[in-house]
């Protein structure tokens, strides 16, 4: 039986976050430049979209650049977001044939004018589609934003539309970036590295997590259905007892 097969389809995440990471390592290996590794890194995006729609996963979001990432040496972040838009350019024409949506989360307003206005083209060309809905973390941070939801309720309370006793987990979650969007039950993280990098930190409250050693452009469909596997053998208990499980 094919790794594939052994996925049972009745206990499949609906969301899927991933850290991609391990780019710079990779090329380094091969005694390239590091950029060579995030080329590199776009077939393994291309790869884990098309096995996690192929399965029925909905939500798949993919942590492309973070707030942090702005302090990389700048050839680097200008070789990024020429990929990016590059990337976005050479794969809408893919994601409608596969009906997926794309969505973006993050200060993108910081992104350079060309990688803005391609990719809110993409999310334009793509907003009908609904087998699943692909979201790229950019120059996202988890903390930002939680600063800027909290901006945003203060603001409400202050001009008496919401009182500070109303306000819950859903208030909180509904002025996330992932509004409407629901909190992953699995994230992956590549490279060996074990931390949760400013990702989604509300979000990821109950997730599972799942570290593999394998660099990001060694990540293959295998790679996601082995995660997928590991995860439907865990036992997610929200607080309850095992016996109350059953
Ligand atoms: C992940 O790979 C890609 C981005 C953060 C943009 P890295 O570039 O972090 O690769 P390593 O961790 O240095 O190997
Ligand atoms: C996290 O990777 C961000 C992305 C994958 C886009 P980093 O490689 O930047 O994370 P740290 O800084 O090593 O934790
Ligand atoms: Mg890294």
């Not at 776009?42 to 979209?49: A, H, L, P």
């Not at 990337?87 to 596969?98: G, M, Q, R, S, V």
């Not at 996330?176 to 930190?201: K, V, W, Y």
């Amino acid at each position: 039986m094919s790794l594939k097969e052994k996925i049972n389809p009745a206990k499949l995440p609906e969301h899927i976050a991933i850290i991609m990471d391990g780019n710079g390592r990779w090329a380094k290996q091969q005694g390239e430049q590091r950029i060579f590794g995030h080329e590199n890194g776009v077939k393994s995006v291309r790869d884990t979209v098309e096995a996690a729609a192929e399965i029925g996963i909905k939500y798949l979001t993919m942590y492309a650049f973070s707030t942090e990432n702005w302090n990389r040496p700048k050839e680097e972040v200008i070789a990024l977001m020429q990929l990016l838009v590059y990337t976005i350019n050479a794969e809408t024409a893919t994601l409608n044939k596969n009906s997926i949506r794309l969505q973006a989360i993050g200060d993108l307003k910081s992104l350079p004018p060309d990688c803005y206005n391609e990719l809110q083209e993409a999310i334009e060309n793509t907003k009908n589609n609904s087998r699943m809905t692909l979201v790229l973390a950019l120059s996202y941070s988890s903390r930002w934003e939680i600063i800027n939801a909290v901006k945003e309720i203060a603001q409400k309370v202050e001009d008496k539309t919401l009182s500070a006793s109303e306000i819950n987990e859903d208030t909180i979650a509904q002025h996330l970036c992932t509004a409407n969007i629901p909190d992953p039950e699995l994230m992956i993280r590549t490279s060996g590295e074990h931390r949760i990098s400013n990702f989604l930190l509300w979000q990821l409250a109950y997730s599972e997590l799942y570290f593999t050693d394998k660099l990001w452009p060694d990540f293959r469909k295998e790679d996601l259905f082995e995660a997928i596997l590991d995860y439907q053998n865990r036992e997610r208990r929200f607080g309850k007892t095992s016996e109350q499980l059953v």
